[in-house]
């Protein structure tokens, strides 16, 4: 049984029959039902542009529990219940007509929780409509990324959102924040004086955040193409890692102490100015090649492609942080498409002891590494230096890891998807792996310094073939450095 306290709310879906809602927001909350942590009297309203009723919305999400949840964790009789608490109200988002009759669909006095998987462009329109309900005062809502393409467009959201809704009622998703290795980052550097004591620029020489995909664009050409991998990847995902992995010990583990934390280290990263661009930025766009031996097209090629366009698939930033705690450490980050493989990792690199006394031939491999991954295999691992078993092997040291790998430890247990994570704590109303609009205003000013000097420097991103490791320059990048990205092949 859970030990936490479940509590009754509405979930009103908007944009309830996009991509995200079924294969990711539906799956989730049917595993929160079978786990036992939704109420009894938890109402979920289905809210699209599509015409539809609640027999075509209850076939079409046992349609999709049935692809996107694994066979055995299917249980007819959850599905059952779970789709019964399911009901579709046809809407434009934008139409004050069609929202009369959601009222009628909410129990009354109990909270709402409205979740925006729409465009941020009708945001505002749905906090307007639910305000002229009087659907505003016991609402908490959930905002999708992106807000917003830059700064100036993230304050538009924000502020079309802050006009019903005060600060402590908005849930701002990212879902990197939700996955079990990213919270015990906190747990990790926190609660082990073994890594925090040594969490500074004394101990740790760099540190390398890889957010690595193989797929391409997926058919989101009109989207991505206005986009790039920066706004779709660092300013949200990358930037959070960066924040958590960086941050100063928060007073406790309240929401605004953790994002307080966040904040400071967003406004303590350096610019990267026009002048750092050849030394400290790679922007890279996939050209054909192949992923698992199956020929992929490149960017260009991909349909409805624009032949001219200089969007960037793939980006690597050398970052630095300044403060006292990270002075020197520069901060490798890397994220593209049509990768080699799809990784998302952490990787902290300690220095070497001061002194050296084991085979000088050996020297080079003499090193310590945390390394934190968050997919494809949630877990961390510990490389420590051990001596090589054997009679005739002498003093002849061997890298090894300390391992902790989730789906090991805890086989006995599902690890949770991340939207289950966030899903639970909106309905539990707790904000802390929720990011707060000074975070979203803070990473775009940043990178919306470093678009401008792309503008002012005209250069096209470099190629580089699909199911690779990104162009050559962020080798040489990293290289420069006397340094290497960590498991490459």
Known sequence: MPIIRVEPCSLALFGALGDLALRKLFPALYQLDRAGLLHLDTRLVALARD??????????LRASLKRFVAADEQDPAVIDRFISRCCY?????????????????LPAGIPLVAYFATPASVYGDICRELAHLQLIDNTRVVLEKPIGHSLESSREVN???AQYF???????IDHYLGKETVQNLIALRFANSLFENQWNSRYISHVEITVAEKVGIEGRWGYFDQAGQLRDMVQNHLLQLLCLTAMEPPSDLSADSIRDEKVKVLKALAPITPDLLGTHVVRGQYAAGSIDGQPVPGY???????QQSNT?????????????????VPFYLRTGKRMQQKLSQIVIHFKESSHYIFAEEQRDQVSNKLIIRLQPDEGISLQVMTKEQGLDKGMHLRSGPLQ???????SAKRIPDAYERLLLEVMQGNQYLFVR????EAAWRWCDQLLASWRQDGSAPKKYPAGSWGPVASIAMITRDGRSWYGDL
């Open 404 to 410: 902790l790998s989730f789906s090991d430890a805890f």
């Open 312 to 328: 960037e698939t793939f980006v690597s930033l050398r970052c630095e942080i300044r403060n006292w705690r990270w002075s020197g």
């Open 300 to 306: 260009l090629e991909e349909d409805n492609a624009n």
């Open 159 to 161: 502020e079309a959102v």
């Open 166 to 172: 005060p600060e402590n009622a908005i849930y701002r």
């Open 437 to 440: 609009k000074d975070e979203v």
């Open 89 to 105: 109200l046809r809407m434009d988002f934008r139409k004050r007509e069609d929202y009369q009759a959601l009222p009628d669909l």
């Open 51 to 60: 015409e539809g009723d609640d027999a075509a919305l209850h076939k079409q």
